[in-house]
């Protein structure tokens, strides 16, 4: 039995390695501007450089803040350690990379947990998602509202940002009662292992909650540093206030777009376009910035993910 589990592991592994590099190859090969990436590195200056490097130095920061709210989401019911942590972010990377929005990430997650609690690691990744989500919104709403309402006063913007924000209000209420309602469906007729899920559910209080969004506040802040920084690298004169009612905004429409995590490179720069090109003439650079951001937040890390992923054992 265990050989037959180990056989199907091993084949699920490779295919999700395979098309996660297929992906990969795929969106490389159609990304139009690797000459203009190419004259860029060619001209860099000491303090370009300097901005690169600050930029890859967030990068593992931008991870262990998520391993860390990974542990503290999985507190209740596992003791991880950062190193294991650290894995699970890494194959939620690689699994969600092959997936719409990356909903697939919960499967590279639990493959470091236990079986007992692989349940519980599903359900808490979700939460992880929804935390993250909240803030790209509140902040993204912000930023938006004021970036439509000053360029786009009378295109029909304002139902798109009502819908946004009764999605905010719900997906707060939702964050504010769940220990209570956590509380209310452990009492019901349920399975041992969605039982054990929901328990740790309610064991959440309102600050544990509140830490685990403000872990989020910090993943994002590295996010928006990280993109303002490689504005400032490919010479995309926008001031700051602009680029803090941009970013957010941005963000925002990238995020709730149903997209493949591969197809970002389009998204990205066409968002990114669509919005710095109120304030900057220099396209070429602001696509280059979204291509230059997912080649290092996500293809980086999907990459490392499958090599964790190769070298795990099924349990």
Request: aromatic fraction near 14%; hydrophobic fraction near 50%; include cysteine.
């Amino acid at each position: 039995m265990n050989q037959n589990k180990n056989k199907i592991f091993v084949i699920v592994k490779w295919i999700v390695m395979l098309a996660a590099y297929s992906f990969l190859i795929v969106k490389l090969a159609r990304i139009e501007y690797w000459n203009e990436l190419k004259d860029t590195f060619q001209h860099v200056d000491i303090n370009r450089i300097s901005l690169l490097i600050l930029i890859l130095v967030l990068l593992p920061i931008n991870w262990w803040l998520e391993s860390v709210k990974w542990q503290y989401l999985m507190k209740n019911s596992l003791s991880l350690s950062i190193r294991s942590a650290v894995k699970s972010v890494l194959a939620g990377i690689s699994t969600g990379y092959i997936t719409p929005n990356r909903v697939g990430d919960f499967a590279g997650r639990i493959l470091y947990l236990p079986k007992e609690c692989r349940v519980t690691g599903v359900v808490m990744s979700v939460l992880n998602s929804i935390t993250q989500n909240i803030i790209i919104t509140v902040f993204g709403v912000v930023g938006a509202t004021l970036f439509l309402s000053e360029n786009y006063k009378d295109n029909g913007f304002s139902h798109f940002l009502f819908w946004i924000q009764l999605w905010i209000f719900a997906t707060v209420l939702f964050i504010v009662l769940l220990p209570y309602l956590s509380k209310k469906l452990k009492l019901g007729k349920w399975s041992k292992k969605i039982n054990e899920s929901v328990q740790s559910l309610s064991s959440f209080r309102f600050n544990d909650l509140f830490r685990i969004l403000l872990i989020s506040t910090l993943r994002y802040g590295v996010y928006c540093i990280q993109y303002f920084l490689m504005r400032q690298f490919f010479q995309i004169e926008v001031s700051v206030l602009q680029a803090l009612i941009a970013i957010p905004a941005m963000y925002l429409f990238i995020t709730f777009t149903p997209s493949l995590a591969a197809s970002e490179p389009a998204i990205r720069g066409s968002y990114a376009v669509l919005i710095f090109s109120s304030f900057s003439t220099n396209n070429i650079g602001i696509m280059l910035t979204g291509i230059m951001i997912w080649l290092i937040n996500f293809v980086v890390p999907m990459l490392l993910g499958t090599v964790v992923i190769g070298r795990t054992k099924v349990e």
